[in-house]
């Protein structure tokens, strides 16, 4: 009796304990790269779809729009409509002569796109025949204008579509159900695209990352907490946004330091890294532990000073991790993050990488180099009749071409068994060690214990990150969920049933139920090619205690991942690693955060919910419950 009192004081007070949010953006348009449309668009087309210019659209528009709406503006524009409209329909006259002008048009219009849409084969059929007649018998009662200029052209369809309502509609119905081309237009990439900016526009006309915050908050039950993450889109090569990133950062700071509720991260990019050196980034090793120096990242993780425009201080903003964005052009596994991940995984900082196919990638010229995997091999030889031996291993292959396409590579999970796993860190720290100069070299082997291979002896490491605590972000995307239920037959994404307690064996062969520490024939490369990223994380989240993964994005499809979401919770060691989290206002193009809150707290269970909402995030940010 004792015992079930307890427990339901836990859960109350559980329930009492506010929502965190484990994935969030405030940043505004100013700053994102202008230029999102290269690669998607070829030159010189995607400097005319320049994010500037639709950035200041929607400034222009939201701001004209609230000003009509709120100070008086709107209601008068309304009521002179209104007058003008009752004058013009007490005109019997000019009514007439307005729908008799608009039925003209509108029928010039349909013939115009006929005659654009469709082409008179040079030996017409019966059919075509009789349209050809038609056609003719409208000229000759003046129904039809013959021959109309394109200038005539434009201007009729300009003056149906803005001026006669019924005709607009026929047209786009016309449209809709005649040219079957125009439902494959735009493009798959190019809908992604204009969704993406159409997104950021609604929400990131804001001049201020404190406004956006606040359409956020007002979404949440006062006290949520929020987990924000900036973004750094500087190296994309997508031009450079009109605010930086140090500036968006130190924004972020003032915001943080009076704001109780939120928990910003740093966002890292090895790339600033190696142009800003260590006035970014400055380490000492001292018995094996990276000890931070004066630097940016130094600064922003232990307590960043914000003073106000006289100069005195405001207060101390704290961040609490650390945000990656692969996609935008690199590998977690980056020979300068190396030792920023050591002290990651020593002060238990956890680090939210982006893991999901999309639209936001590297815009830039793929590397010649990134045409192979830098760890990761394929078999290239067959294996010889009657043995299991490997014959030939060489770098797994990357043949995707176009930006899009490749930028999976950088997002693909299994790059982080490349710090979790020894047997991949060890490939890791040799190519950090061959690029590094003698200070560096030094480094790696006091903080990992490196040995170079020798002619006697292969390279080794005394340590790892294997306690890193990492965050997959969107737990690889609603696809790859989808994947998850097709490889019914495929046997590595059937080991979450089969191994319930750690998924997939990553590194060995599984005889009998056992691993063996027989290599496995190609098996990174089918882990790599042909299993679900759903598989992959989860099975990562099981073996490492530190491994986390949010539900961002992919909750807008509340019906799709519920069902697996809910299974997945039915697993002990899964249960406390699964994140509440949106991607505000990322997500926005689907749902808003309120829908989203509401479908969760609704399609979850209660406990569930506390679980994902409640404690996890709790032990993820490492902080003291409140």
Same mark, same amino acid.
């Given at each position: 009796?004792?015992?079930?009192?307890?427990?339901?004081?836990?859960?109350?007070? #559980?329930?009492?304990?506010?929502? !965190?949010?484990?994935?969030?953006?405030?940043?505004?348009?100013?700053?994102?790269?202008?230029?999102?449309?290269?690669?998607?668009?070829?030159?010189?087309?995607?400097?005319?779809?320049?994010?500037?210019?639709?950035?200041?659209?929607?400034?222009?528009?939201?701001?004209?729009?609230?000003?009509?709406?709120?100070?008086? %503006?709107?209601?008068?524009?309304?009521?002179?409509?209104?007058?003008?409209?009752?004058?013009?329909?007490?005109?019997?006259?000019?009514?007439?002569?307005?729908?008799?002008?608009?039925?003209?048009?509108?029928?010039?219009?349909?013939?115009?796109?006929?005659?654009?849409?469709?082409?008179?084969?040079?030996?017409?059929?019966?059919?075509?025949?009789?349209?050809?007649?038609?056609?003719?018998?409208?000229?000759?009662?003046?129904?039809?204008?013959?021959?109309?200029?394109?200038?005539?052209?434009?201007?009729?369809?300009?003056?149906?579509?803005?001026?006669?309502?019924?005709?607009?509609?026929?047209?786009?119905?016309?449209?809709?159900?005649?040219?079957?081309?125009?439902?494959?237009?735009?493009?798959?990439?190019?809908?992604?695209?204009?969704?993406?900016?159409? #997104?950021?526009?609604?929400? %990131?006309? $804001?001049?201020?990352?404190?406004?956006?915050?606040?359409?956020?908050?007002?979404?949440?039950?006062?006290?949520?907490?929020?987990?924000?993450?900036?973004?750094?889109?500087?190296?994309?090569?997508?031009?450079?946004?009109?605010?930086?990133?140090?500036?968006?950062?130190?924004?972020?700071? =003032?915001? *943080? *330091?009076?704001?109780?509720?939120?928990?910003?991260?740093?966002?890292?990019?090895?790339?600033?890294?190696?142009?800003?050196?260590? =006035?970014?980034?400055?380490?000492?090793?001292?018995?094996?532990?990276?000890?931070?120096?004066?630097?940016?990242?130094?600064?922003?993780?232990?307590? $960043?000073?914000?003073?106000?425009?006289?100069?005195?201080?405001?207060?101390?903003?704290?961040?609490?991790?650390?945000?990656?964005?692969?996609?935008?052009?690199?590998?977690?596994?980056?020979?300068?993050?190396?030792?920023?991940?050591?002290?990651?995984?020593?002060?238990?900082?956890?680090?939210?990488?982006?893991?999901?196919?999309?639209?936001?990638?590297?815009?830039?010229?793929?590397?010649?180099?990134?045409?192979?995997?830098?760890?990761?091999?394929?078999?290239?030889?067959?294996?010889?009749?009657?043995?299991?031996?490997? #014959?030939?291993?060489?770098?797994?292959?990357?043949?995707?071409?176009?930006?899009?396409?490749?930028?999976?590579?950088? #997002?693909?999970?299994?790059?982080?068994?490349?710090?979790?796993?020894?047997?991949?860190?060890?490939?890791?720290?040799? !190519?950090?060690?061959?690029? %590094?100069?003698?200070?560096?070299?030094?480094?790696?082997?006091?903080?990992?214990?490196?040995?170079?291979?020798?002619?006697?002896?292969? *390279?080794?490491?005394?340590?790892?990150?294997?306690?890193?605590?990492?965050?997959?972000?969107?737990?690889?995307?609603?696809?790859?969920?989808?994947?998850?239920?097709?490889?019914?037959?495929?046997?590595?994404? *059937?080991?979450?049933? =089969?191994?319930?307690?750690?998924?997939?064996?990553?590194?060995?062969? !599984?005889?009998?139920?056992?691993?063996?520490?027989?290599?496995?024939?190609?098996?990174?490369?089918?882990?790599?090619?042909?299993?679900?990223?759903?598989?992959?994380?989860?099975?990562?989240?099981?073996? $490492?205690?530190?491994?986390?993964?949010?539900?961002?994005?992919?909750?807008?499809?509340?019906?799709?991942?519920?069902?697996?979401?809910?299974?997945?919770?039915?697993?002990?060691?899964?249960?406390?690693?699964?994140?509440?989290?949106?991607?505000?206002?990322?997500?926005?193009?689907?749902?808003?955060?309120?829908?989203?809150? =509401?479908?969760?707290?609704?399609?979850?269970?209660?406990?569930?919910?506390?679980?994902?909402?409640?404690?996890?995030?709790?032990?993820?940010?490492?902080?003291?419950?409140?």
């Amino acid at each position: 009796m004792a015992q079930d009192e307890s427990i339901h004081q836990s859960l109350s007070a #559980t329930s009492d304990a506010p929502i !965190i949010n484990c994935h969030t953006h405030i940043f505004t348009g100013d700053h994102v790269a202008p230029l999102l449309a290269k690669s998607t668009l070829q030159w010189p087309l995607y400097y005319l779809v320049n994010f500037k210019w639709i950035f200041w659209f929607f400034r222009r528009y939201y701001r004209k729009s609230d000003k009509e709406r709120f100070n008086g %503006a709107g209601n008068l524009k309304a009521r002179k409509k209104l007058e003008s409209d009752r004058k013009f329909k007490k005109s019997v006259v000019l009514f007439y002569l307005y729908h008799i002008a608009g039925i003209f048009f509108t029928i010039q219009s349909l013939d115009i796109l006929c005659h654009w849409i469709f082409s008179v084969p040079e030996h017409p059929n019966k059919l075509w025949l009789r349209i050809i007649d038609l056609h003719n018998l409208l000229v000759n009662f003046h129904l039809l204008i013959n021959k109309k200029e394109t200038w005539m052209q434009v201007f009729i369809l300009t003056i149906v579509i803005l001026f006669y309502k019924s005709g607009r509609n026929l047209l786009m119905s016309f449209a809709r159900l005649t040219v079957s081309v125009l439902k494959k237009l735009p493009g798959k990439k190019t809908k992604e695209l204009y969704e993406r900016y159409l #997104t950021i526009g609604r929400f %990131a006309f $804001h001049t201020k990352q404190l406004s956006t915050l606040k359409d956020l908050e007002g979404q949440y039950p006062d006290g949520t907490r929020f987990v924000i993450l900036p973004m750094d889109m500087e190296f994309m090569d997508a031009g450079q946004p009109a605010i930086s990133y140090k500036q968006q950062m130190e924004e972020l700071a =003032a915001i *943080a *330091a009076e704001n109780q509720n939120i928990y910003p991260f740093v966002f890292v990019d090895p790339r600033r890294i190696a142009n800003e050196g260590t =006035a970014y980034f400055n380490y000492s090793v001292l018995d094996g532990k990276v000890v931070l120096e004066n630097c940016f990242i130094k600064d922003y993780i232990e307590g $960043h000073i914000v003073k106000g425009k006289d100069g005195k201080e405001i207060g101390v903003a704290k961040f609490y991790g650390f945000k990656i964005y692969p996609a935008l052009g690199y590998y977690p596994f980056h020979p300068l993050l190396l030792p920023l991940w050591k002290y990651a995984e020593q002060e238990g900082l956890p680090i939210l990488t982006h893991c999901v196919r999309g639209p936001m990638y590297f815009r830039g010229k793929k590397e010649r180099s990134w045409d192979y995997h830098p760890i990761f091999e394929e078999l290239i030889q067959p294996v010889e009749q009657g043995t299991e031996t490997p #014959t030939d291993f060489t770098k797994l292959l990357l043949p995707q071409s176009g930006n899009d396409e490749f930028s999976a590579n950088f #997002t693909h999970p299994m790059n982080f068994l490349c710090l979790l796993k020894k047997e991949f860190f060890i490939k890791a720290v040799e !190519i950090a060690y061959r690029e %590094a100069d003698d200070s560096t070299k030094l480094s790696l082997k006091e903080i990992f214990g490196f040995r170079p291979a020798t002619e006697n002896a292969a *390279a080794d490491v005394v340590t790892w990150l294997n306690d890193l605590k990492i965050c997959i972000g969107h737990y690889g995307g609603g696809d790859e969920w989808n994947r998850y239920f097709e490889k019914d037959r495929f046997n590595h994404s *059937a080991q979450l049933v =089969a191994r319930p307690d750690s998924g997939i064996d990553f590194i060995f062969k !599984i005889k009998n139920g056992q691993s063996t520490s027989e290599r496995s024939l190609g098996k990174t490369e089918q882990l790599w090619k042909y299993t679900d990223w759903y598989s992959i994380i989860s099975s990562m989240m099981l073996q $490492h205690k530190n491994v986390y993964a949010d539900i961002s994005y992919i909750l807008h499809d509340n019906s799709a991942i519920l069902p697996l979401l809910k299974q997945s919770l039915l697993n002990k060691k899964l249960r406390g690693k699964i994140l509440y989290g949106t991607d505000f206002f990322v997500v926005r193009n689907h749902k808003s955060d309120k829908n989203m809150l =509401a479908d969760m707290m609704g399609g979850l269970d209660k406990n569930d919910f506390d679980q994902i909402a409640r404690i996890n995030p709790v032990t993820f940010l490492n902080i003291e419950k409140k």
